[in-house]
């Protein structure tokens, strides 16, 4: 889906599994009639892995009209969305609190954690979140359910206007992922496929997270935790089944 020139020194490729971008267009809807329509919802990761120069560029070549950002104030003012003043920004938090693993906020990056807890391998697997918990806590709890609303709503109403909106968390996985399922609810895409899309993250994970699980084996030379890690880190199946098993139109 790149097809965007980033700089001549960068890899395209490389970008965009590091952005996690992609169009949810194209899917079909149950009732046989249709498919979800092309180039007015993007889904990405943080956007600050790009320079000012490359996400103007990006916006250009996508139409973007509006960014969402699922992050909390601390991570949006931790690594913020260089965005051109042409393109709307809301900041929509599903989240109240930091969780390692998920909001990645000054202190509770994963990296850093591990950093500074690299000899207390029991303390650290404490610290990794029930994510089936909290897949479910975002489509349940009164907070994030009317936050995730929020998010919904304002992307239909942006598309019935025209607009391309890009919303994005921070890997464009897990709050990223759980937006992309109650939107595609929305329009009628059957569950297979909303699994489908939201499995497709691990081609861009896969190489990411194996680097970091690699700096996970040199800082704490357990085999048990980087198992652990690798999980977190990548898309699981399960994971947005209970997305949408607790959710409710």
């Known amino acids: 889906m790149c097809n965007f020139v980033l700089s001549k020194s960068e890899?395209?490729?490389?970008?965009?599994?590091?952005?996690?971008?992609?169009?949810?267009?194209?899917?079909?809807?149950?009732?046989?009639?249709?498919?979800?329509?092309?180039?007015?919802?993007?889904?990405?990761?943080?956007?600050?892995?790009?320079?000012?120069?490359?996400?103007?560029?990006?916006?250009?070549?996508?139409?973007?009209?509006?960014?969402?950002?699922?992050?909390?104030?601390?991570?949006?003012?931790e690594f913020p969305d260089p965005l051109p003043d042409s393109v709307e920004y809301r900041q929509i938090s599903l989240l109240k609190d930091s969780a390692v693993g998920i909001t990645h906020e000054t202190g509770s990056d994963p990296m850093t954690i591990l950093r500074s807890l690299?000899?207390?391998?029991?303390?650290?697997?404490?610290?990794?979140?029930?994510?089936?918990?909290?897949?479910?806590?975002?489509?349940?709890?009164?907070?994030?359910?009317?936050?995730?609303?929020?998010?919904?709503?304002?992307?239909?109403?942006?598309?019935?206007?025209?607009?391309?909106?890009?919303?994005?968390?921070?890997?464009?996985?897990?709050?990223?992922?759980?937006v992309s399922m109650a939107l595609l609810k929305s329009y009628g895409v059957s569950d297979e496929d909303i699994i489908y899309d939201y499995m497709r993250t691990n081609r861009n994970a896969f190489w990411p997270t194996i680097k970091k699980c690699l700096a996970v084996l040199m800082l704490t030379h357990n085999w048990e935790l980087v198992k652990t890690c690798y999980t977190s880190f990548m898309a699981q199946r399960e994971l947005i089944e209970t997305a949408i098993k607790h959710y409710t139109c």
């Open 118 to 178: 690299r000899k207390q391998p029991e303390k650290l697997k404490k610290m990794i979140p029930d994510f089936a918990s909290m897949y479910e806590r975002i489509v349940t709890d009164e907070y994030s359910r009317r936050q995730l609303d929020q998010v919904v709503s304002l992307l239909r109403n942006n598309a019935a206007e025209g607009k391309c909106t890009l919303f994005h968390c921070t890997a464009g996985k897990d709050r990223t992922g759980i």
């Open 11 to 77: 890899d395209c490729k490389m970008k965009r599994n590091v952005l996690n971008l992609r169009d949810l267009g194209g899917l079909p809807l149950t009732d046989g009639k249709g498919q979800t329509p092309h180039g007015l919802y993007l889904r990405s990761g943080k956007l600050s892995v790009l320079t000012p120069e490359e996400c103007k560029k990006l916006c250009q070549e996508y139409h973007i009209a509006s960014v969402i950002d699922l992050r909390t104030p601390i991570e949006a003012q």
